[in-house]
């Protein structure tokens, strides 16, 4: 590991103008490239205290050996200047957009005597018009076919173009009215390029023009009882309606656009983009990269654009770029998007409308595409394997922990405090396993206390099982059960909300009451989501149980530092490591799995209300009294006998429900803050136990604050 003060310019070296600088390591090779407006402060800000970096930035400049720099006379030159030096070098530590896979488009040879379509992969060409990408080849061909009816363009390869004008006789396309048969003379060189200009148009968008000429030619057919003409005139415009129906109608005729949408984490970042020209959506590509430096949505936006049209001139950058965040600056890229269309190019974020609309559905498309890499990456086997053994070396286990437990602490400013307990076999989830649980030892905001109990609970159940079956003869007193009550996990094959997800469990039975061991598999690793306090009481409360054999650890979210109950430092795992992005898993889907179950309290403590406390006293019948009643405030004056007249009421449960209400105190007026009226038909306009979600009754400026300190 490199010492950065020891390749450090001397003070004055390093001029204050706009220019490029690359990063190298004791090979000379490049590891990062970047530029910036004063070359001066931006590299002053690598070579302060280690401490004072992101970790990523700190990896970088320690690997590096030296610097050295370019000066340009611009921020635009800038921008190209990295892009170029970026695609040469391949530096390690910048990011770098990949496909998983080649994007096919629709291309026109123009710089032929008879141009060809066709579908083409990889490097553009010059003198080739490119249409897409589209996602699959089968859809190039499909618009083809349909459009050879009235645009018929040659197709063919090289070696068919050449036999045909050897033999004189034209290939099957030909003889079927597909192709015009440049190979045999049926068309001159000028007729056939120019058929090939108007499917390049029709291509472009430019569809309305046409059609209405073909729809007039077609009147003048009829009007000259030139039938077979105007039958052939009416399937081509039905080809060509065809032909635009597969690509959705998105913005208004003259648009021309890309939209670029963003979906990102903590290690990787995917990218969206649909081309929109003449309205409609023409092609998508996407990418996926890793977060190798650290970066804003502002830099992955620029990256991308730096990608999408370092190498493209003309039309083939659109007038609008419309994105989720613009660069920092955003001028320079503006200009030399500009500069590469020959004309105004508009970089900005849709507010409104149809664009707003569109950049949504772009967005979705992001968040799937990154879901989707994830998925593929956790399911494969090897990579699992790569993960754990990474984990079991940085922490110092004996083994592969197989299985991972993973706890986190859910509450709004110390309310509906949860907890969740989230499990991971082999790398992959076991929905079928995960918990749920309350706190209830205390009350009020304390996540250290709250990691104690949750930790205590789960494993004295462990222990009690443990007693049962005659494993565990030492240790801790585990006769008596926990004092603290733990809600019931999902069905199994559920998650947290009831929705399909997750393995059936291999059922074990305890030998008293053929009931399943909810508690019984101890893990090889506990993580919690925290840092050094949690991680402290995890273990505090192992060892007030006995047990010493499972290994603790926490995920701090802020810097990704493993926190181990022993040490005063953080392991800090390789920015690269499986295995850490394993952790980083467990520890979303328990954040993830504990706010599901808090929000779930929250919302049904707001909607709770009198009639909650009658036993017996179901959804469905509380539905029909407030429906027949109209209010609670109407159903409490309402007598034992109006109470029977609701259906499926009999007179002991109006009896019940009578005695509930009387006793239950009414709510406390409503005021409006306005006028300072007291409203006191508010319980007949909203009653307390409707069905659906009642918003949390904090003022406005309140509501962000609560929402931002939800944990």
Known sequence: MADPSSYRPKPGQIPDTPGVYKFRDEHRRVIYVGKAKSL??????????LANLHPRTRTMVTTAASVEWTVVSTEVEALQLEYSWIKEYDPRFNVKYRDDKSYPYLAVTMNEEFPRVQVMRGHKKKGVRYFGPYGHAWAIRDTVDLLLRVFPVRTCSAGVFKNAARTGRPCLLGYIGKCSAPCVGRVSPEEHRELAEEFCDFMAGRTGTYIRRQEQQMAEAAEEMEYERAA?????????????????????????????????????????????????????????????????????????TQQLYGEETGDSVPKEVLVPALPDPVEPVQEWLTARRGSNVSLRIPQRGDKKALMETVQRNALQALALHKTKRASDLTTRSRALEEIAEALDLDSAPLRIECYDISHLQGDDVVASMVVFEDGLQRKSEYRRFQIKGFAGQDDVRSMHEVITRRFRRYLVEKEKTGEWTDGADTSAESPFSVAAGPEPGTDAD?????????????????????????????????????????????????????AVCGLAKRLEEVWLPDDDDPVVLPRSSEGLYLLQRVRDEAHRFAITYQRAKRAKRFRSGPLDDVPGLGESRKQALIKHFGSVKKLRSATIDQICEVPGIGRKTAETIAVALAQAAPAAPAVNTATGEIMEDDEDAAPATTAGPVEEPVTAGASDERRGQET
Do not use: C, N
């Open 498 to 550: 009831g929705t399909p997800g997750g393995e059936v469990p291999e059922i074990t039975f305890t030998e008293d009451d053929g009931r399943p061991k909810r508690f019984a598999y101890p893990p090889q690793l506990v993580v919690v989501d925290g840092g050094r306090p949690q991680v402290a009481a995890a273990k505090r409360a192992l060892d007030e149980l006995g047990i010493d054999d499972i």
């Open 232 to 304: 052939r005139l009416r399937d081509d415009i039905e080809a060509l309606k065809k032909a635009m129906e597969k690509s959705a109608v998105v913005l208004a005729d003259a648009t021309d656009a890309d939209l670029i949408a963003v979906a990102e984490d903590e290690l990787e970042a995917a990218v969206q983009i649909f081309h929109v020209r003449g309205g409609r959506v023409r092609g998508q590509r996407g990418w996926v990269t890793d977060k190798v430096e650290a970066v804003t949505t502002g830099d992955l936006v620029e990256h991308a």
């Open 40 to 49: 001066r402060q931006r590299l002053a800000s690598y070579f302060q205290d």
